[in-house]
């Protein structure tokens, strides 16, 4: 089974703490994904990455940065984090034409 | 951009009951995807439908993908308290068929 593995399911940081989510695959999949998913706004795509070293941004980049410095690890960092980025994150990945599969999420929470 | 739409938002169901919920894009989609995602689970990837008006099942789930290629449905006969859960589509975006674009889910509650 293809794992998709997120480093922390529960995280309490501090406002304007530098954040790191970290993402693995096991699968050599070759397109790796940051949603998050809020209450009533659903899953919005904050990054995605097609490549190593490549990424682009999704339709909530704000605040947020990604490093894809090997294959199976995708990370997400909040420079500098504020309350409104509460939330939980999702890391997903995906062959170029197939379902994604998604890790057990990270619940972020910035106090 | 690009928008997909599911209705309905919420339904709750008895136990028996038959469910359905729709998905409609702004746009022709080359193909559309669903998923589900239990409470305090995260998306599990169901299906992904490619031709105009093809029907798929899978055990008491039937999903259909229309023949404009803009709308999907998704229906479940006679529910159990085991399909509780959000139920999503999904669809190609930005001219990509790798990036994925969600409907808002719908969440369907089973009473036993």
């Known amino acids: 089974d293809v794992k998709v593995t997120q480093s922390s399911r529960y995280l309490v940081k501090r406002t304007g703490e530098k954040v790191f989510l970290e993402c693995v695959q096991d699968m050599d999949h070759e397109n790796m994904f940051w949603y998050r998913q809020d209450p009533g706004l659903g899953l919005r795509l904050i990054y995605f990455s097609y490549d190593v070293k490549m990424k682009e941004k999704g339709d909530i980049p704000e605040g947020y940065s990604v490093s894809r410095e090997k294959k199976e690890r995708f990370s997400l960092i909040l420079e500098s984090a504020s309350t409104n980025q509460t939330s939980m994150y999702l890391c997903?990945?995906?062959?170029?034409?197939?379902?994604?599969?998604f890790g057990s999420g990270t619940r972020l929470t910035v106090v | 951009g690009q928008q997909v739409m599911q209705i309905p938002q919420y339904q709750h169901v008895q136990e028996g009951e038959d469910f359905t919920t729709y998905c409609n894009s702004s746009?022709?989609?080359?193909?559309i995807q669903w998923y589900k995602q239990r409470p305090g689970g995260h998306p599990v990837f169901l299906i992904q439908?490619?031709?105009?008006?093809e029907v798929k099942k899978q055990k008491r789930l039937t999903f259909q993908f229309g023949e404009a290629k803009k709308n999907s449905s998704l229906h479940i006969t006679a529910t159990q308290t085991t399909d509780v859960g959000t139920y999503f589509c999904?669809?190609?975006?930005?001219?990509?068929?790798?990036?994925?674009?969600f409907g808002k889910g719908t969440l369907l509650t089973v009473n036993p």
């Open positions: 997903a990945s995906t062959r170029s034409r197939g379902g994604y599969t």
């Open positions: 439908l490619v031709k105009s008006g």
């Open positions: 746009t022709t989609l080359s193909n």
């Open positions: 999904a669809g190609p975006s930005g001219g990509s068929n790798y990036k994925l674009t």
